[in-house]
């Protein structure tokens, strides 16, 4: 099984799933990691490990239907059986979405369905919920809708900051979604 990592940012999460696969926890090939953002650190860190990447931007294809149609084509030509989203920031099309059926997964930084979209570690800690955490689901046609596969909560602690509760979300997906991931690539071969 063969499966790309889709990333637009830095790529602490690309970083947590690229040491568990390169410690033999993860069973598949991570075949590329893709970026709509050309100067996207995630880039640099895949290099760093030797990971093939590929990149193009929604703009050189003309816009979103052009872009995905060649997104598509790339994954096919690369025989990608299985997408990761790691912090990749773009919503996908049904055409991509029916290409992979339950084979997309996603992670979110708050306990869905609570504060779905772009900015939920921020929104659960404005509107001043005491429990948060993160989601791991696969893809569907809506924004953080598709079926839940894990979660774990985070607590809030009285006196957190924004900045304090963003580093105990992302120490909490660097844990979660290699584990999530061992398991579905597993089940998948």
Do not use: W
């Amino acid at each position: 099984m063969r499966f790309a990592i889709l990333a637009s940012g830095n790529g602490s999460n690309f970083e947590a799933i690229v040491t568990a696969y390169e410690a033999g926890d993860l069973h598949g090939e991570l075949a590329l990691v893709f970026s709509d953002k050309p100067d996207a650190y995630v880039l640099h860190r895949a290099k760093e490990h030797k990971v093939p990447t590929k990149t193009f931007t929604v703009k050189e294809h003309g816009g979103k239907a052009g872009y995905e149609k060649a997104l598509l084509q790339m994954l096919k030509d690369e025989q990608i059986d299985y997408l990761v989203l790691a912090g990749y920031m773009r919503i996908l099309g049904e055409e991509l979405i029916a290409a992979f059926p339950e084979g997309i997964v996603n992670i979110h930084p708050s306990l869905l369905p609570s504060f779905p979209g772009l900015h939920g570690i921020k929104d659960a800690f404005e509107y001043g919920v005491k429990i948060t955490g993160v989601t791991v689901h696969f893809v569907d046609k809506g924004v953080d809708t598709g079926p839940i596969i894990a979660q774990e909560a985070v607590t809030i602690d009285e006196n957190e900051t924004l900045d304090s509760l963003e580093i105990k979300i992302h120490q909490v997906e660097h844990k979660l979604y290699p584990a999530v991931l061992k398991r579905l690539f597993a089940e998948a071969e």
